[in-house]
């Protein structure tokens, strides 16, 4: 890395000098993953063969397994690691920034060695169900992180996603079930998202309360709310009040028969195919619209964009009802796809890991998309490695995710910076 630092010249003038720094992070976090999967391999061998079940019975295409030796196959790959680890050294030495593909590659890599050596012994590891069930799993993170990063691309820190997933996953259960329509439940769950910014809105930038404080109390605000809601409503009116009907499947044409990928990306319900299309349009309006270039204003210079005739806060406050709004799609997603009513906390703390998929994403519509599969990938992981009768002990299966998330934002994520104004108040005049 290299930074302009001041100087005094001969005469008395400061000049800038350039001054490089390195920047072992990544190569250290690689290295300790290194470290502990090689220790893994050899505290714990396996032999055998392990099974990679590539096709699917939706599909109409027809492909084999893939068949390999466990021990040989993981040790090779390890040794693929080691060398990328080496890469990363070398560019932290040299002064280099790191190289994008390395921890993708790397990451890519690192699953495979793991799940050979899991599958040891003729176990069997069903890919396209891998990533069906790591999809499933990251659709509530995307749109929470895309509500994140709308958020606070305007300035607004948005710690409330966990209480607009759980008030839009409440409000979708009980209008869904009272209509009977599921499209009626997801706009309730969008109406539910909005109140909870409008509450974020009002404290933080109108009456500037602290807004990490303000996201905070709506969180267990809503926790509460919707929990005594619960047991007030909707526990004796199951039948009547959460019972909604979910979204049936549509399987798309051609795109659904491709092999590995059809069955997981186009055989989904509507709220998926509206995640893609909302990555999309998020991603292309953020950089290439008149909306995103005022957005982006508010959140890095505040001053500046006011002198031009911007309105600051009201521009902070629609954009966050907008936040709120996409973020309550994610919480219709658990009670009109993933399970049929509600339950009191059923969120789990997600809106939690949405965050820290804006953090790891850098505050970018796409990369915040591919850190929320990441984190969907490492929950559905521990279930297959129940299935595969692995000799990791269960409670260390349920640290995957969480280990994945420091792990990434602490270590693959590099040095970050925030908008500039991210959080701060402004006063006009």
Not at 30 to 52: D, E, H, K, Q
Not at 62 to 89: E, Y
Not at 166 to 179: K, N, P, Q, R, Y
């Amino acid at each position: 890395m290299t930074a302009l630092a001041p100087r005094t010249a001969g005469d008395g003038t400061i000049q800038l000098a350039t001054v490089r720094t390195r920047n072992y992070k990544l190569a250290i976090s690689l290295a300790i993953a290194t470290v502990l999967l090689g220790l893994l391999f050899l505290v714990a061998p396996r032999s055998g063969v392990s099974i990679f079940q590539i096709g699917s019975s939706s599909t109409a295409l027809k492909v084999a397994d893939i068949q390999v030796p466990s021990g040989s196959t993981a040790w090779i790959t390890w040794a693929l690691l080691l060398v990328l680890t080496v890469l990363a050294a070398l560019d932290a030495w040299t002064y280099r920034k790191a190289r994008l593909w390395v921890p993708i590659v790397y990451a890519l890599l690192a699953v495979f060695a793991f799940l050979t050596w899991a599958a040891a012994g003729g176990g069997v590891v069903p890919v396209s169900g891998l990533l069906a069930g790591a999809l499933s799993l990251s659709v509530p993170l995307v749109f929470g992180a895309l509500g994140g990063v709308i958020g606070e691309r305007g300035g607004v820190v948005n710690v409330a996603i966990e209480g607009q997933f759980l008030l839009g996953a409440f409000s979708a259960a009980v209008l869904a079930s009272i209509t009977h329509n599921p499209f009626v439940g997801l706009i309730g769950a969008m109406v539910g998202g909005v109140l909870v910014s409008f509450l974020l809105g009002a404290f933080g930038i109108k009456y500037l309360v602290d807004q990490v404080i303000v996201g905070v109390v709506l969180n267990v605000l809503v926790t509460g709310l919707t929990g005594f809601l619960y047991g007030v409503l909707l526990a004796p009116n199951e039948a009547l009040l959460n019972s909604p009907p979910t979204f049936p499947r549509w399987k798309i044409p051609l795109l659904g028969d491709i092999p590995v990928i059809g069955p997981v990306f186009f055989n989904q319900t509507f709220i998926v195919y509206l995640m893609y299309v909302t990555v999309a349009v998020v991603a292309w309006a953020l950089y290439r619209t008149r909306w995103g270039l005022r957005l982006r204003s508010v959140g890095e210079h505040p001053q500046a964009a006011d002198t031009v005739g911007i309105r600051v806060n009201t521009t902070r406050f629609w954009n966050v009802s907008l936040a709120g709004a996409i973020a309550g799609i994610g919480g219709a997603y658990f009670t009109l796809v993933s399970v049929p009513h509600f339950t009191k906390e059923m969120t789990a703390g997600l809106g939690f890991i949405a965050l820290a998929c804006v953090i790891f994403g850098r505050w970018d519509p796409i990369r915040a998309t591919l850190a929320a599969l990441l984190f969907g990938f490492a929950t559905n992981l521990p279930n297959l490695l129940t299935v595969l009768k692995t000799p990791i002990p269960s409670e260390f299966m349920l640290m995957v995710p969480y280990v994945v998330t420091i792990l990434a934002v602490a270590g693959f994520a590099g040095r970050i910076q925030a908008p500039a104004a991210d959080g701060k108040h402004y006063i006009k005049g």
